[in-house]
Structures are given as C-alpha cells and as structure tokens.
C-alpha cells in the first residue's frame, strides 16, 4: 500500500485529485468509483475547481458509487444518489446518465444487485475508487463478519455507522435507514486502483487496523491490503496509532 500521512484534509483532497487529474489525461473515458460521507469532500471540491479552470474533464467519463440506504425517499437530501449530485456530479460534465448508483428502492433488490454489478463489468470496470473508512472499519457499507469476496449485496447497518451517520438525519439515530445496498468488497478489489482518505481522531484505530492488523471480516478495509495499487491518505490525527508512522513518511517522500 502507499501510505501518505499528510498535514490537513486540504491537502488530502489535492492529492487525490492529482491521481484523478492524471487519469482522466491519460484515458479520458475511465471510470470513476465514487463515494459519499464527509472524508471525500475536499477531494471533490478540488475537482470542482480544477473542471471550472478548464483543467479536468468527465465529459467522456463515467461513474458508479459504491452504496445506498434501502427505502430512503428519493427526494431525501440524504440518499446517497442526492448527495452525490449535490456535492460532485451537478458541477462537473459527466455526460446525463452517467453517473449510476444501486437501487435501494427497486422491487427486487437482489436482482437490482447483481445487475449493478453486471453494469460495473459492462463499463468495463471501474478504474479508480474512492473511499473512506467507517470508524468500525467498514468501507462501503460493508460491516464486519462481511465476506471479503462478496458482490453487490443488501446488508444491514450497525448501530456504531447508525449512531455516526445520525450527525445527517437530525441527530435522530431512529431516522437512519437499518438496511443499505453496496458494492461488495470483491466489487470493489477488483477496482484497477483504490484510493481511500480519512481524517481526524475518530478514523485513527480503524486505519491502524486497516494499515498494519491482520486481514479479517472483523476490520473490512483489511482487505486492502490484498489490492495490489492501494493508496491510503490520511491526516496526522487519522494516522496517530500507526506504530510505524515514520517508516511511512519516509517511504512517502522518497517515492514521489
Ligand atoms: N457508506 C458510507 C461510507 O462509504 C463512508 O466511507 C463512511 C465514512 O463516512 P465519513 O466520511 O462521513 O466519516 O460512512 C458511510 O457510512
């Protein structure tokens, strides 16, 4: 994994996109894996900015997002699907339908599922992935005791990704949809590139997890470390339990 310990989440954001500038030069038609929370906003303000200067296009590209709330209405603020247009696709040229996410209202959501992934495959794969972390470790929505293998599946929340994700729904724990659909982490290791942020203290035991534990359903994003171009940002607060921080940083400033 290449691990950047770096000193503010504008920064985090600014390196992201650089990852994303350059692949979007390089094959104007890739494929973006998006995803929703706080950790990458400033990741898509960036990408704002760089689009308005004329400097980065999606105007051949595409996008899929990871995951989504099951029976959230669909003029919620909050679904996933709505977020991501507020805070990226309404501000950049991804050609109109481009932009796909599972479907937590489809009649029959495991066959929503599999033809989510189906559409992923037909894509062609998604080229880059953005993710961030849940404090128990999750990335998507898939929560511990999940399959490291599996696919594009309905899972039930916990209550530690209910009560965080409460700061959206009026603080109110008992308005977080209990159900969602996301991309399975086999879905998402077979992203050509994974790149995942986080910030501040409250990521700090998962990304330590997620950087030095064992591999195991226990701390999902473990599984990144099986993905053969992994790229984890963090600031100092979300790397302040790595034992080997320094190690990173030098790695970091000798490989660029
Ligand atoms: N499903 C999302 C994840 O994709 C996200 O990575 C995580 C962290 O959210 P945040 O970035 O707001 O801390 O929580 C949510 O539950």
């Not at 310990?5 to 030069?25: F, S």
């Not at 296009?57 to 909050?78: R, T």
């Not at 994974?194 to 030095?212: C, D, H, T, Y």
Request: hydrophobic share 40%; aromatic share 6%.
């Amino acid at each position: 994994m290449r691990i950047a310990i770096l000193p503010d989440d504008a920064t985090i954001g600014k390196v992201a996109a650089d990852l994303i500038e350059e692949l979007y030069r390089e094959k104007p038609n890739a494929v973006l894996g998006l995803a929703t929370g706080s950790s990458p906003l400033s990741i898509y303000r960036e990408l704002i900015e760089r689009h308005q200067a004329g400097k980065l296009s999606f105007k051949e590209g595409k996008a899929f997002m990871l995951d989504e709330y099951v029976g959230i209405a669909a003029d919620h603020p909050e679904r996933y699907r709505n977020v991501i247009h507020t805070e990226i696709a309404s501000h950049v040229d991804f050609p109109e339908g481009c932009v796909n996410g599972p479907d937590g209202n489809a009649e029959d959501l495991h066959a929503a599922c599999a033809a989510y992934d189906q559409s992923i495959k037909d894509a062609g794969g998604v080229d880059l992935q953005i993710l961030g972390i849940g404090s128990d470790g999750h990335i998507a929505f898939n929560e511990p005791g999940e399959s490291l293998t599996c696919r594009t599946h309905v899972g039930v929340l916990t209550e530690q990704t209910r009560r965080d994700n409460a700061r959206f729904f009026d603080g109110d724990i008992d308005q977080v949809p209990t159900h969602c659909v996301t991309q399975g982490l086999g879905t998402i290791m077979d992203a050509r590139r994974l790149v995942l942020v986080a910030q501040g203290k409250g990521k700090a035991r998962a990304i330590k997890e997620l950087v030095e534990g064992a591999v195991s359903a226990k701390w999902p994003a473990t599984i990144m470390q099986m993905h053969q171009d992994a790229w984890v940002l963090v600031d100092e607060e979300a790397a302040s339990e790595l034992e080997l921080s320094d190690y990173y940083r030098e790695v970091w400033e000798k490989s660029r």
